[in-house]
T-cell receptor
């Protein structure tokens, strides 16, 4: 079983739509969780950290369920510029080594 | 906004040659990392570095790989004898103490021919 598992997509949505991504992880030692965004052939960029209490940053809401080892990302009112690959990431250990999922591709269309 | 800087952006090398990939982490960061991404695949951890020594390394990071922080600002990844399968994007990252999020550099695309 992959350590971090995501639906690869692509998710094709119209501008203004709400889209949700899910992710499951198998390593119970993972202590911190993140969503990163990666544009084609670019570096991953931190979108947001994910907490059990849930957290929101503008149009983006992330949620962690440790009991079911499940992480989600909700994007409201999607923009063309949201088109990218969204990476679910777990961090573990004192050095916070990151384990990446394969990513979910989002395409926002007119 | 502070950046992690990587050079070169693209390196082409012949199989068996040594390459050195260079990174300048953010100046007040204490944790340094190398990750790689083979085209079409996920980002994979190679090595973490803290307090002038390797703190963790993956199975990928075998004897052909080494890291160094020679002068307090640069952080280098050396591949001693490159193989075709080393072709990938190599990302350097750094992290401040007490923070969980990383800042990644824009990467070096290594092509081994």
């Amino acid at each position: 079983r992959k350590e971090v598992e995501q639906d690869p997509g692509p998710f094709n949505v119209p501008e203004g739509a709400t889209v949700a991504f899910n992710c499951t992880y198998s390593n119970s030692a993972s202590q911190s969780f993140f969503w990163y965004r990666q544009d084609c052939r670019k570096e991953p960029k931190l979108l947001m950290s994910v907490y059990s209490s849930g957290n929101e940053d503008g149009r983006f809401t992330a949620q962690l369920n440790r009991a079911s080892q499940y992480i989600s990302l909700l994007i409201r009112d999607s923009k063309l510029s949201d088109s990218a690959t969204y990476l679910c990431v777990g961090g573990a250990g004192g050095g916070n080594k990151l384990t990446f999922g394969t990513g979910t591709q989002l395409k926002v269309e007119l | 906004e502070p950046e992690v800087t990587q050079t070169p952006s693209h390196q082409v090398t012949q199989m068996g040659q040594e390459v050195i990939l260079r990174c300048v982490p953010i100046s007040n960061h204490l944790y340094f990392y190398w990750y790689r991404q083979i085209l079409g695949q996920k980002v994979e951890f190679l090595v973490s570095f803290y307090n002038n020594e390797i703190s963790e390394k993956s199975e990928i990071f075998d004897d052909q790989f080494s890291v160094e922080r020679p002068d307090g600002s640069n952080f280098t990844l050396k591949i001693r004898s490159t193989k075709l399968e080393d072709s990938a994007m190599y990302f350097c990252a750094s992290r401040a103490s007490g923070q969980h999020g990383y800042t990644f550099g824009s990467g070096t695309r290594l092509t081994v021919v």
